[in-house]
Nanobody, 114 residues
Framework: VQLQASEGGLVQAGGSLRLSCAASGRTSSDSAAGWYRQAPGKERELVAL???????NYADSVKGRFTISRDNARNTVYLQMDSLSPEDTAVYYC?????????WGQGTEVTVSS
């Protein structure tokens, strides 16, 4: 499985950005998918998860601001980020699994300026 995330970018506080992550290779619509992030000097943390059936879970810090979704026909997962704040600045990673093996995208940098 290969995961290709879209480019992040620089956005002002209060702005929005949408990330996408396209899977190729041996994919499965039965797999969950998620977005994680790692801020400078911090550990990687979960941002949002979406199950194969579309159930979602979010970190408390992004609830009500971020929305994860998936398009199984396109093997793509999205992360819509609204009301961004400087605390959201991080490298964002998409992830999925195939069986017990976990796959990661290459990471995309999101910078939110105040």
């Amino acid at each position: 499985v290969q995961l290709q995330a879209s480019e992040g970018g620089l956005v002002q506080a209060g702005g929005s950005l949408r990330l996408s992550c396209a899977a190729s290779g041996r994919t499965s619509s039965d797999s969950a998918a998620g977005w994680y992030r790692q801020a400078p000097g911090k550990e990687r943390e979960l941002v949002a998860l979406i199950s194969s059936g579309g159930s979602t879970n979010y970190a408390d810090s992004v609830k009500g601001r971020f929305t994860i979704s998936r398009d199984n026909a396109r093997n793509t997962v999205y992360l819509q980020m609204d009301s961004l704040s400087p605390e959201d600045t991080a490298v964002y990673y998409c992830s999925t699994n195939l069986g017990l093996k976990v796959y990661w995208g290459q990471g995309t940098e999101v910078t939110v300026s105040s």
